[in-house]
Protein backbone atom coordinates (compact mmCIF):
# COMPACT_ATOMS: atom_id res chain seq x y z
CA UNK A 1 0.00 0.00 0.00
CA UNK A 2 0.95 3.59 -1.08
CA UNK A 3 1.34 6.14 1.51
CA UNK A 4 -1.92 8.64 0.49
CA UNK A 5 -2.86 10.42 3.75
CA UNK A 6 -0.89 13.77 2.88
CA UNK A 7 -1.64 13.39 -0.39
CA UNK A 8 -5.38 13.09 0.12
CA UNK A 9 -5.25 16.24 2.20
CA UNK A 10 -3.14 18.49 0.24
CA UNK A 11 -3.15 17.69 -2.82
CA UNK A 12 0.83 17.41 -3.30
CA UNK A 13 2.44 14.71 -6.00
CA UNK A 14 3.02 11.24 -4.03
CA UNK A 15 6.43 11.28 -4.32
CA UNK A 16 6.57 14.64 -2.29
CA UNK A 17 4.25 13.40 0.26
CA UNK A 18 6.34 10.19 0.47
CA UNK A 19 9.52 12.25 1.20
CA UNK A 20 7.77 14.72 3.80
CA UNK A 21 6.71 11.84 5.85
CA UNK A 22 10.07 9.76 5.76
CA UNK A 23 11.37 13.12 6.74
CA UNK A 24 9.80 13.69 9.57
CA UNK A 25 9.66 9.82 10.90
CA UNK A 26 13.65 9.85 10.71
CA UNK A 27 13.78 13.26 12.51
CA UNK A 28 11.35 12.00 14.84
CA UNK A 29 12.81 8.48 15.52
CA UNK A 30 16.46 10.09 15.51
CA UNK A 31 15.56 12.38 18.34
CA UNK A 32 13.32 10.41 20.24
CA UNK A 33 14.61 6.98 20.81
CA UNK A 34 13.61 3.91 22.11
CA UNK A 35 11.24 5.26 25.06
CA UNK A 36 10.05 8.30 22.69
CA UNK A 37 9.09 5.98 19.87
CA UNK A 38 7.42 3.61 22.06
CA UNK A 39 5.60 6.42 24.06
CA UNK A 40 4.64 7.56 20.03
CA UNK A 41 3.58 4.15 19.15
CA UNK A 42 1.24 3.77 21.91
CA UNK A 43 -0.76 6.74 21.50
CA UNK A 44 -0.51 5.59 17.08
CA UNK A 45 -2.22 2.51 17.92
CA UNK A 46 -5.13 3.61 20.38
CA UNK A 47 -5.74 6.25 17.05
CA UNK A 48 -5.72 3.29 14.98
CA UNK A 49 -8.18 1.29 17.05
CA UNK A 50 -10.39 4.46 17.00
CA UNK A 51 -10.13 5.25 13.32
CA UNK A 52 -11.50 2.36 12.18
CA UNK A 53 -14.21 1.52 15.02
CA UNK A 54 -16.00 4.75 14.67
CA UNK A 55 -16.49 4.66 11.41
CA UNK A 56 -17.58 1.03 11.02
CA UNK A 57 -20.23 1.97 14.15
CA UNK A 58 -21.44 4.90 11.76
CA UNK A 59 -21.22 2.28 8.77
CA UNK A 60 -23.34 -0.48 10.88
CA UNK A 61 -25.95 2.47 12.06
CA UNK A 62 -26.53 3.56 8.28
CA UNK A 63 -26.99 0.35 7.48
CA UNK A 64 -28.96 -0.56 10.21
CA UNK A 65 -26.88 -3.73 11.90
CA UNK A 66 -24.77 -5.91 11.13
CA UNK A 67 -26.96 -8.28 9.44
CA UNK A 68 -28.92 -5.42 7.18
CA UNK A 69 -25.05 -4.70 5.84
CA UNK A 70 -24.17 -8.35 5.07
CA UNK A 71 -27.36 -9.06 3.10
CA UNK A 72 -26.93 -5.34 1.42
CA UNK A 73 -23.23 -6.10 0.32
CA UNK A 74 -24.11 -9.95 -1.10
CA UNK A 75 -26.83 -8.06 -3.08
CA UNK A 76 -24.55 -5.76 -4.80
CA UNK A 77 -21.46 -7.95 -5.18
CA UNK A 78 -21.77 -11.49 -3.28
CA UNK A 79 -17.75 -12.41 -3.97
CA UNK A 80 -17.04 -9.98 -0.74
CA UNK A 81 -19.26 -12.98 1.47
CA UNK A 82 -17.48 -15.64 -0.77
CA UNK A 83 -15.15 -18.49 1.89
CA UNK A 84 -12.92 -18.71 -1.25
CA UNK A 85 -10.77 -16.26 -3.49
CA UNK A 86 -8.58 -13.58 -2.37
CA UNK A 87 -11.30 -11.47 -2.00
CA UNK A 88 -13.84 -13.49 -0.13
CA UNK A 89 -14.42 -13.70 3.90
CA UNK A 90 -12.39 -16.73 5.02
CA UNK A 91 -9.46 -15.24 3.10
CA UNK A 92 -9.85 -12.00 5.14
CA UNK A 93 -9.89 -13.78 8.59
CA UNK A 94 -7.37 -15.75 7.83
CA UNK A 95 -5.07 -12.09 6.86
CA UNK A 96 -6.18 -10.86 9.81
CA UNK A 97 -5.10 -13.40 12.12
CA UNK A 98 -2.20 -13.84 9.97
CA UNK A 99 -1.16 -10.05 10.31
CA UNK A 100 -2.27 -10.24 14.17
CA UNK A 101 0.16 -12.70 15.52
CA UNK A 102 2.73 -12.40 12.58
CA UNK A 103 3.05 -9.10 13.97
CA UNK A 104 4.22 -10.42 17.45
CA UNK A 105 7.66 -11.96 15.84
CA UNK A 106 9.02 -8.95 13.82
CA UNK A 107 12.06 -7.44 15.08
CA UNK A 108 10.52 -4.43 16.12
CA UNK A 109 7.66 -6.12 18.18
CA UNK A 110 10.27 -8.67 19.56
CA UNK A 111 12.48 -5.91 21.10
CA UNK A 112 9.69 -4.81 23.74
CA UNK A 113 9.10 -8.00 25.07
CA UNK A 114 12.98 -8.00 25.54
CA UNK A 115 12.44 -4.74 27.18
CA UNK A 116 9.53 -5.94 29.20
CA UNK A 117 9.62 -5.40 33.09
CA UNK A 118 8.87 -9.29 33.90
CA UNK A 119 7.24 -12.52 32.38
CA UNK A 120 3.86 -11.36 33.42
CA UNK A 121 3.91 -8.00 31.71
CA UNK A 122 5.67 -9.81 28.34
CA UNK A 123 2.80 -12.68 28.60
CA UNK A 124 0.15 -10.08 28.86
CA UNK A 125 1.60 -8.21 25.93
CA UNK A 126 1.67 -10.53 23.52
CA UNK A 127 -1.82 -11.90 23.91
CA UNK A 128 -3.30 -8.43 23.98
CA UNK A 129 -1.32 -7.02 20.80
CA UNK A 130 -2.25 -10.25 18.69
CA UNK A 131 -5.78 -9.85 19.53
CA UNK A 132 -5.24 -6.06 18.97
CA UNK A 133 -3.93 -6.24 15.39
CA UNK A 134 -5.88 -9.03 14.40
CA UNK A 135 -9.48 -6.94 15.80
CA UNK A 136 -7.86 -4.20 13.81
CA UNK A 137 -6.79 -5.64 10.08
CA UNK A 138 -10.65 -7.72 10.46
CA UNK A 139 -12.46 -4.41 11.05
CA UNK A 140 -10.53 -2.40 8.23
CA UNK A 141 -11.57 -5.23 5.98
CA UNK A 142 -15.61 -4.49 6.79
CA UNK A 143 -14.84 -0.84 5.95
CA UNK A 144 -15.63 -0.75 2.05
CA UNK A 145 -19.09 -2.32 2.17
CA UNK A 146 -20.46 1.51 2.07
CA UNK A 147 -18.46 2.50 -0.66
CA UNK A 148 -19.39 -1.40 -2.44
CA UNK A 149 -23.51 -0.65 -1.79
CA UNK A 150 -23.00 3.25 -2.71
CA UNK A 151 -20.43 2.02 -5.73
CA UNK A 152 -17.83 4.79 -5.19
CA UNK A 153 -14.98 2.55 -4.87
CA UNK A 154 -11.95 4.53 -6.32
CA UNK A 155 -9.80 3.29 -8.99
CA UNK A 156 -6.91 3.00 -6.70
CA UNK A 157 -7.86 0.51 -4.11
CA UNK A 158 -5.82 2.12 -1.69
CA UNK A 159 -7.39 5.05 -1.43
CA UNK A 160 -11.05 3.54 -0.80
CA UNK A 161 -10.37 4.55 3.37
CA UNK A 162 -9.95 7.99 2.79
CA UNK A 163 -12.98 8.31 -0.16
CA UNK A 164 -15.10 6.20 2.58
CA UNK A 165 -14.55 8.46 5.75
CA UNK A 166 -14.68 11.70 3.47
CA UNK A 167 -18.13 10.34 2.73
CA UNK A 168 -19.41 9.75 5.95
CA UNK A 169 -18.00 12.72 8.48
CA UNK A 170 -17.55 16.39 7.65
CA UNK A 171 -13.86 17.59 6.74
CA UNK A 172 -12.61 18.57 10.20
CA UNK A 173 -13.67 14.96 11.30
CA UNK A 174 -12.29 13.58 8.69
CA UNK A 175 -9.11 15.62 9.09
CA UNK A 176 -9.14 13.59 11.76
CA UNK A 177 -9.59 10.18 10.85
CA UNK A 178 -6.64 10.27 8.34
CA UNK A 179 -4.82 11.30 11.13
CA UNK A 180 -5.37 7.85 12.49
CA UNK A 181 -4.83 6.73 9.13
CA UNK A 182 -1.24 8.55 9.08
CA UNK A 183 -0.67 7.22 12.61
CA UNK A 184 -0.70 3.55 11.13
CA UNK A 185 2.04 4.27 8.63
CA UNK A 186 4.21 6.27 10.86
CA UNK A 187 3.96 3.39 13.62
CA UNK A 188 4.96 0.89 11.11
CA UNK A 189 7.79 2.95 9.83
CA UNK A 190 9.32 4.04 13.09
CA UNK A 191 9.32 0.11 14.38
CA UNK A 192 10.79 -0.89 11.42
CA UNK A 193 13.14 2.67 11.83
CA UNK A 194 14.27 1.49 15.29
CA UNK A 195 15.10 -2.11 15.05
CA UNK A 196 16.91 -1.46 11.85
CA UNK A 197 19.19 1.14 12.94
CA UNK A 198 19.82 -1.27 15.94
CA UNK A 199 21.23 -3.70 14.18
CA UNK A 200 23.18 -1.61 12.59
CA UNK A 201 24.97 -0.17 15.84
CA UNK A 202 25.19 -2.80 18.34
CA UNK A 203 25.18 -6.14 15.72
CA UNK A 204 27.45 -4.29 12.70
CA UNK A 205 29.58 -1.46 14.32
CA UNK A 206 29.94 -2.23 17.97
CA UNK A 207 30.14 -6.48 16.79
CA UNK A 208 32.39 -5.68 13.63
CA UNK A 209 33.51 -2.63 13.04
CA UNK A 210 34.68 -1.69 16.03
CA UNK A 211 34.90 -4.02 19.28
CA UNK A 212 34.29 -2.91 22.97
CA UNK A 213 33.53 0.62 22.10
CA UNK A 214 32.19 2.93 24.50
CA UNK A 215 28.36 4.23 24.76
CA UNK A 216 28.51 7.54 23.30
CA UNK A 217 30.01 6.08 20.10
CA UNK A 218 26.99 3.16 20.14
CA UNK A 219 24.77 6.17 20.53
CA UNK A 220 26.24 8.01 17.73
CA UNK A 221 26.20 4.82 15.28
CA UNK A 222 22.42 4.41 16.24
CA UNK A 223 21.31 7.61 15.49
CA UNK A 224 23.76 7.13 12.15
CA UNK A 225 21.43 4.03 11.76
CA UNK A 226 18.04 5.59 12.04
CA UNK A 227 19.16 8.23 9.55
CA UNK A 228 20.28 5.61 7.23
CA UNK A 229 16.84 3.39 7.84
CA UNK A 230 15.01 6.70 7.01
CA UNK A 231 16.53 7.46 4.05
CA UNK A 232 16.45 3.75 2.52
CA UNK A 233 12.61 3.70 3.77
CA UNK A 234 12.33 6.68 1.84
CA UNK A 235 13.47 5.33 -1.38
CA UNK A 236 11.76 2.41 -1.44
CA UNK A 237 8.21 4.36 -0.75
CA UNK A 238 9.13 6.55 -3.67
CA UNK A 239 9.57 3.68 -6.21
CA UNK A 240 6.47 1.24 -4.78
CA UNK A 241 5.54 -2.00 -7.02
CA UNK A 242 2.15 -3.69 -6.71
CA UNK A 243 3.50 -6.76 -5.46
CA UNK A 244 4.11 -5.25 -1.82
CA UNK A 245 0.65 -6.84 -0.40
CA UNK A 246 1.57 -10.27 -1.62
CA UNK A 247 5.19 -10.00 -0.30
CA UNK A 248 4.37 -8.43 3.10
CA UNK A 249 1.33 -11.34 3.68
CA UNK A 250 3.58 -14.17 2.72
CA UNK A 251 6.38 -12.59 4.80
CA UNK A 252 4.22 -12.31 7.77
CA UNK A 253 2.74 -15.75 7.40
CA UNK A 254 5.84 -17.23 7.86
CA UNK A 255 6.87 -14.44 10.66
CA UNK A 256 3.57 -15.46 12.07
CA UNK A 257 4.46 -19.37 12.01
CA UNK A 258 8.32 -19.50 12.77
CA UNK A 259 8.52 -16.95 15.61
CA UNK A 260 5.22 -15.76 17.17
CA UNK A 261 4.31 -19.10 18.02
CA UNK A 262 7.83 -20.16 19.79
CA UNK A 263 7.86 -16.96 21.17
CA UNK A 264 4.18 -17.12 22.60
CA UNK A 265 4.89 -20.79 23.78
CA UNK A 266 8.22 -19.86 25.02
CA UNK A 267 6.71 -17.12 27.38
CA UNK A 268 3.39 -19.57 28.54
CA UNK A 269 5.26 -23.34 28.73
CA UNK A 270 7.61 -23.66 31.87
CA UNK A 271 8.86 -26.53 29.87
CA UNK A 272 9.85 -24.74 26.75
CA UNK A 273 12.94 -25.35 24.90
CA UNK A 274 15.06 -25.34 21.71
CA UNK A 275 13.99 -28.63 20.79
CA UNK A 276 10.24 -27.96 21.21
CA UNK A 277 10.95 -24.24 19.46
CA UNK A 278 12.52 -25.95 16.39
CA UNK A 279 9.63 -28.47 16.23
CA UNK A 280 7.19 -25.75 16.32
CA UNK A 281 8.73 -24.04 13.64
Known sequence: MRIYTIQFVTGLPYKISA???????????TLGGMRGTTITQCIQALLMMVGVII??????????????????????????WSPFGTSGLTYSICF????????LGLPHILMRFFASRDDVVAKRTGIINGIFNAIFYFIVFLIPTYAIV??????????????????LFNPFITGFFLA???SAILSTVSGQMLAGSSAIAYDLYSEIVKRNTDEKRQVFALK???????????????FPFEGILLIMSTAMALVAGCLAA???LGIWCKNANDTGAFGVC
Request: glycine content about 10%.
Open 19 to 29: TILGVVATIYV
Open 262 to 264: PLL
Open 96 to 103: AIVMGFGF
Open 224 to 238: FGCVIMGIASTLTAL
Open 150 to 167: NNFIPKNADMVYYVTVGK
Open 180 to 182: CAL
Open 55 to 80: PLGVILAKFGGFTQMVTAVYEVKPAF
